[in-house]
């Protein structure tokens, strides 16, 4: 479903991102092979809350943390960490700094989708890309740095997409580990819904139209259990952390999403943190 949303906004006219791997996936896949990768073939455009609403989400999320990486990246960050990588092609689309090391995390089966479909359109990644085949509520620390993670350089961490699905306790733990992996001028950005949504919420119009566009309850994925207050754990361990909505970075990059009543949206934040020079 990201991936087609990427794809979709490739093609829109005033597109914040192009992702031309993207549509591949989706064309892959054989559930997905009739969903729309181009805007002209979104059914009702923007007044369609999956492919026009939730799609210009994905689009806009993905735009603001390829910048944020890129940033990292620049400013000495060696090496990205993308946790729960599952379809991204940042390796392969970004132009990342001469010498900079992409470590994807994800389970076996998702990597090797993805090992196959990019083999099968001889995609090459425009930096060093190590994928690394873990669960994340098990044991990854120790695979990545086997895979070549330096603990003692900064880096750039990513949790675009995965605490929503994590159980509780293994979002702590995985907090807690990039806390101690991360080197002092390292970052790290991740997304979180600040609170539950309401049943009204979620019988609303996005996760309805997913479910009778795609056959996907979107809502029985997440994770039942409260969540942790992430944002909290990062200062706890001497981060410090921006927390803001989708809503300041739409306006500022014209991607015309804006609060409306019953807002699927209305809940999720995007955390920015980052573990200053002088911390131990």
Not at 211 to 221: H, K, S
């Amino acid at each position: 479903m990201v991936a087609a949303a990427r794809a979709i906004e490739a093609t829109r006219p005033d597109s914040l991102v192009h992702d031309g791997f993207a549509r591949h996936f989706v064309h892959a896949a054989a559930p997905s092979g009739t969903w729309p990768v181009c805007w002209a073939d979104v059914a009702g455009g923007e007044t369609n809350p999956l492919w026009g609403r939730l799609g210009r989400y994905f689009g806009l999320r993905t735009r603001v943390l390829d910048d944020f990486l890129l940033a990292a990246a620049r400013a000495g960050a060696g090496q990205i960490v993308l946790l729960g990588a599952g379809l991204d092609t940042r390796a392969f689309r970004l132009g990342w700094p001469p010498g900079c090391r992409i470590f994807e995390l994800d389970r076996p089966e998702v990597l090797a989708f993805k090992r196959d479909t990019l083999d099968g359109i001889a995609a090459a990644p425009a930096a060093a890309r190590v994928p690394v085949a873990v669960d994340l509520c098990e044991d990854w620390a120790g695979p990545l740095c086997q895979a070549g993670f330096a603990p003692d350089r900064p880096a750039g961490w990513l949790a675009e997409g995965l605490f929503l699905y994590l159980p509780a306790n293994a979002e702590r733990q995985l907090v807690e580990t990039v806390g101690r992996l991360a080197a002092p001028g390292s970052a790290c950005a991740f997304e979180a819904k600040f609170w539950h949504e309401t049943a009204a919420v979620r019988s609303g119009p996005v996760y309805r139209s997913a479910r009778e566009q795609i056959g996907v309850d979107l809502t029985a994925l997440f994770d039942a259990e409260p969540r942790p207050d992430s944002a909290a754990a990062f200062r706890a361990l001497g981060w410090s952390t921006s927390v803001r909505t989708p809503f300041e970075f739409s306006a500022r990059l014209g991607a015309g999403l804006a609060p409306v009543p019953g807002d699927a949206l209305a809940s999720n934040r995007w955390v920015f943190a980052a573990k200053e020079v002088n911390q131990p």
